[in-house]
């Protein structure tokens, strides 16, 4: 069975610091990965998602995730983040054959100024 | 368009009692989700329909819990009786299709209180 692991639970950065989310999957076949983020009081948006081509995929307000399919991890990254990122975020995986978004359980970031 | 619109809100019952929860997906989508998300377990799938037919139903819990769509643009979750355990936020996604080309829109969700 799929499954998604997030092992950055809870992280706490101060504003400009660079942020790195891990997510790693578990499918062997073709692969659909996503990010969603949940602002505070706000429901889930999709962040940016991976499905073919380039594996460095770019999305909303600055931020990136490279597909690495030899390690099945698909991290999310910002170089430089605000208190306004501040949030939950989620990694989602879709195999090929199936309908079914898979989720991880989340990373809550906290972004001090 | 007004998005995935949930009701209600929020709902504080007691244990044993019925909850009923709704969703209106976007209009046109052709799939509708159930989610619940807890602390403990993160973001689980319950159930989804394509078409209004119920596709893949492995994530209800138990058979407390049922759900059913009876046209295109509405859909309920129920919970009868429900538990102190059921305490969660329950959210509606809908999309155009499962391509991953297209995107799951969520509702607000609906936090749910069992007391």
């Known amino acids: 069975a799929q499954s998604v692991s997030q092992h950055n639970h809870h992280v706490i950065l101060s504003e400009a610091a660079s942020l790195e989310l891990g997510c790693n999957y578990s499918?062997?076949?073709?692969?659909?990965l996503f990010w969603y983020v949940q602002y505070p009081g706000q429901h889930l948006q999709l962040l940016l998602k991976y499905f073919s081509g380039d594996p460095l995929v770019k999305g909303i307000k600055g931020f990136e995730a490279e597909f690495i399919k030899s390690k099945f991890s698909f991290n999310l990254r910002k170089p430089s983040v605000q208190w306004s990122d501040t949030a939950e975020y989620f990694c989602a995986v879709n195999a090929g054959n199936t309908d079914k978004l898979i989720f991880g359980t989340g990373t809550r970031l906290q972004v001090f100024p | 368009d007004a998005g995935v619109i949930q009701s209600p809100r929020h709902e504080v019952t007691e244990m044993g009692q019925e909850v009923t929860l709704r969703c209106k997906p976007i209009?046109?989508?052709?799939?509708l989700f159930w989610y619940r998300q807890t602390m403990m377990r993160g973001l689980e799938l319950l159930i989804y329909f394509n078409n209004n037919v119920p596709i893949d139903d492995s994530g209800m819990p138990e058979d407390r819990f049922s759900a059913k769509m009876p046209n295109a643009s509405f859909s309920t979750l129920k919970i009868q009786p429900s538990e102190p355990r059921d305490s969660a936020v329950y959210f509606c996604a809908s999309s155009l299709t499962t391509s991953p080309a297209d995107t799951q829109y969520f509702g607000p969700g609906t936090r749910l209180t069992v007391l």
């Open positions: 499918y062997g076949g073709t692969v659909n």
């Open positions: 209009s046109g989508h052709d799939y």
